[in-house]
């Protein structure tokens, strides 16, 4: 199945030109993307300034596991792709792409 994920916030009130949580959107998105994805904006009409961050543009690679949590009860959850380690903090709502060598 394919999956949409969209930038927050959400909803009618949003404006697409401010992307408050980008990192966390994006880690995210890549915890839980399948392999049929799309990461972008809900439409809210073509008087809008949609923009199109630089990180879409890097190579994460491929998935080499499913997301899991750290620890059970920890509430920081991470996937290994074959370019980079991504892990969200649910509780401190920080996010960490950190990119391999």
């Not at 890549?30 to 904006?41: D, K, M, P, Q």
């Not at 998935?63 to 750290?70: G, N, S, Y």
């Amino acid at each position: 199945r394919a999956m949409m994920y969209a930038f927050s916030p959400g909803g009618c009130a949003a404006v697409p030109s401010e992307l408050p949580s980008l990192k966390q959107d994006l880690a995210n998105f890549l915890l839980v993307r399948g392999a049929f994805a799309w990461l972008g904006h809900g439409w809210k009409g073509c008087s809008r300034a949609y923009p199109f961050p630089a990180e879409l543009n890097v190579d994460y690679g491929a998935p080499v596991e499913l997301c899991a949590e750290t620890a059970p009860g920890s509430g920081i959850f991470q996937r290994t792709w074959s370019k980079a380690l991504v892990q969200m903090d649910c509780n401190t709502w920080t996010a960490e792409i950190t990119m391999k060598e």
